[in-house]
């Protein structure tokens, strides 16, 4: 049996290690994966920032 929960994995963008799988971190980084934190500090506001844009140059 695989416990994938006890997992280490660095953070691709702070660096630090992390418990368990955790998060994509497209659009700031193409590979690697992310803490919980930087996930919501970081990715998520950009990949909101992203997707804001793209809405705004679609209705021109
Ligand atoms: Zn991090």
Request: aromatic residues 10%; hydrophobic residues 25%.
């Amino acid at each position: 049996m695989i416990m994938e929960k006890t997992q280490e994995n660095r953070c691709c963008i702070c660096g630090r290690k992390f418990i368990g799988y955790g998060y994509n971190p497209y659009p700031v980084k193409e590979e690697g994966r992310c803490c919980g934190m930087c996930n919501y500090m970081v990715v998520v506001p950009k990949r909101l920032n992203e997707l804001y844009k793209r809405q705004k140059n679609r209705k021109k």
